[in-house]
């Protein structure tokens, strides 16, 4: 293999590899912009619903929640655990730092049975950093005695391996919460999210935001990715065939003209003078060797032998 083809099959390679890696992390923006526009979806269908019972969605405290039935309003009926209230620290309101007021509440609804006794975390809403970061943070109480409650169901956090103070977690897990509390009892594989409660009180915590509905730029990232691909693979294509082209065509020239002086006299072809190509079965033929200036001497010296001087006419 010629080096000429051997650099066009490394171009290729190249543009090969790069294609195929471009590829694959277009096809990882848009699984991200179909997931993303199947949770807006989720989120435009769920938010404007009506609340339904509790029951109706979750059979027992340990049936899972599905993808389709997040940010779905329910209402339940019970009361609050006020002393099992919990700070979640980190979490800010609108890029605002926050803390959001987490309370036990024990499900006394009769048209779920199975859900009855059952210990659900309610995120009431937000409160402020105090002065003193969470020393001085007291949240609103909740409404005392049995209340009906309507909240927007979410997916259990996982666990955060994170400290955190004597009442406050890292995230939203259920047990997390319920032990950082001190409360027992059976609890839901789910949290919700606090929009209303009958009776209600005069002083409530900030009204949690609506999530965000904006896909993202995932999409317009796939595409990119995607054309680096094809237009690496082209580009490194025509490098590979701009050096095969370059090879035969510097085969194909024809040989250079001999160089001669005034007098007709053939000068040995100096270092910057292409020279011809010999065929493969040509055999060695001995060629000298040497710089510029010692061809043009050599081309000199020749001249100056071959012409009669002026001495020898007389």
């Keep these: 293999m010629s080096p000429a083809a051997r650099r066009a099959t490394g171009l290729v390679l ?7 890696t471009c590829t694959l992390l277009g096809r990882w923006q848009w699984n991200r912009h ?3 526009d199947g949770a807006i979806a989720v989120v435009e269908t769920n938010w404007s619903a009506e609340p339904v019972p509790l029951g109706s969605v979750l059979d027992s405290p340990s049936t899972a929640l599905t993808d389709a039935d997040v940010w779905r309003r329910v209402t339940m009926v019970g009361h609050y655990e006020p002393d099992g209230t919990v700070l979640l620290r980190n979490r800010p309101v609108d890029g605002a730092p926050a803390y959001h007021a987490l309370v036990p509440f024990v499900v006394e609804d009769a048209d779920a049975p199975a ?5 659900l975390v309610v995120d009431r809403g937000w409160v402020e950093p105090g002065a003193d970061g969470s020393v001085d943070v007291v949240p609103p109480a909740p409404p005392e005695g049995t209340i009906t409650l ?4 979410r997916h259990d956090e996982p666990a955060s391996n994170r400290a955190a103070p004597s009442g406050q977690v890292q995230a939203i897990s259920v047990d997390q919460v319920l032990v950082a509390g001190g409360v027992e009892g059976r609890s839901v594989d789910a949290y919700v999210a606090m929009t209303a409660e009958d009776p209600s009180v005069a002083t ?3 009204q949690l935001p609506a999530p965000s509905t904006d896909p993202g730029s995932h999409l317009s990232y796939a595409f990119q990715w995607w054309t680096f691909a094809l237009g690496g693979l082209v580009a490194f294509c025509l490098g590979a065939r701009r050096e095969l082209q370059d090879e035969r065509a ?7 003209p001999p160089v001669t002086t005034a007098s007709g006299v053939e000068l040995w072809p100096t270092r910057d003078t292409p020279r011809p190509r010999r065929a493969p079965t040509a055999p060695d033929v001995p060629h000298r060797r040497g ?10 010296i020749d001249a100056q032998l071959a012409e ?7």
Excluded: N, Y
């Design 14 to 20: 190249v543009g090969l590899v790069l294609a195929v």
């Design 34 to 36: 179909v997931w993303r």
């Design 115 to 119: 859900l009855s006794g059952s210990v």
């Design 150 to 153: 309507t909240a927007r169901l």
């Design 204 to 206: 409530a915590p900030g």
């Design 250 to 256: 510097a085969d194909e020239a024809p040989a250079p």
């Design 291 to 300: 710089g510029r200036d010692e061809d043009l001497e050599d081309a000199l």
């Design 308 to 314: 009669p001087t002026g001495r020898d006419e007389r």
